[in-house]
């Protein structure tokens, strides 16, 4: 009787494993964290709208220029996001001490969720490390709607600029949420439209620089708000490293950072982690 009975609860313990999904119904996909520098998750507990947005991983602050606007969930990617008018707003990081933007950049990756929401017939830096007004040093991810066009443009070694070769040939997608990658190794650009390799490039010149570089989010960094975009900015990401193209696809689904035991940063990410992805 005994024997009978072992077999079929055996076989149903089988199925159960076989059939039920191997995460817990609250577990989220958390970002890559290996070379993470900063992160704006732009989320409500980290924003004052008329001062500053906290980078939740390192701690850098970006200080709040025009009269940008926290967006609620409903209108975001992922949680809240920021706002910016396509005028004079955009947010200014200062380096820190010690420094985490103003480095030496071997590699650098930049990712971000944008919607951008109207054209103006100019040159627009979603993200940009740059060194503005020498333009010298520049890493930016862009779009320029008077050429229709949009890529990863990274300026090193005082060369030329060159950011035209380079770039897809059609304007950046307008009114929906895209997911752009931008990665430099010290050679080679590689920029991520969905997760999409849409260009590769050669750049020469080498690491960027150590010295004088600035970021800003939503323009350039100089303040003279000739870049600046019309459009929402969720979930920016900077890393010292090339990410990978599987790297780069695992963040398009991230809603947040890693909350796994192993993580040095647990007590950080599980504060921040975001709740569903919108």
Known sequence: MLKKLVLPIVSLI????????????YAVIGAVEDGLVAYWSFDR??????????????????????????????????????????????LLVEDSDPPK???????ITMECWVFITALDDS???????DDMPANKAVVSLYYDDDDNRHGFFVKTGGQETKAAEHTVLEDIPLEQWIHLVGTYDGQTVHYYVDGKQEKKYAVPGGK????????????????????AI?????????????????????????????????????????????????
Do not use: M
Request: aromatic share 6%; with cysteine.
């Open 14 to 25: 089988v199925i159960i494993l076989l059939t039920c999904p191997t995460l817990p119904s």
């Open 45 to 90: 507990d980290t924003v004052q709208i008329q001062k500053q947005a906290e980078d939740i991983f390192s701690g850098l602050k970006a200080v709040v220029k025009g009269d940008p606007e926290l967006a609620a969930t409903d209108k975001c990617k992922v949680g809240e996001c920021i706002l910016f008018d396509g005028v004079d707003d955009n």
């Open 101 to 107: 933007i103003d480095r030496d950049w071997d590699e």
């Open 123 to 129: 040159w627009n830096r979603i993200i940009s490390l």
């Open 208 to 227: 960027l620089p150590k010295g004088g570089l600035k970021l800003a989010i939503g323009d350039r960094s100089d303040g003279v708000n000739a870049d």
């Open 230 to 278: 019309q459009g929402y900015v969720d979930e920016f990401r900077i890393y010292d490293r090339a990410l990978t193209a599987a790297e780069v696809n695992n963040n398009i689904r991230a809603e947040g950072l890693d909350i796994s035991p192993t993580s040095n940063h647990l007590s950080v990410t599980w504060g921040h982690i975001k709740a569903r992805r919108r």
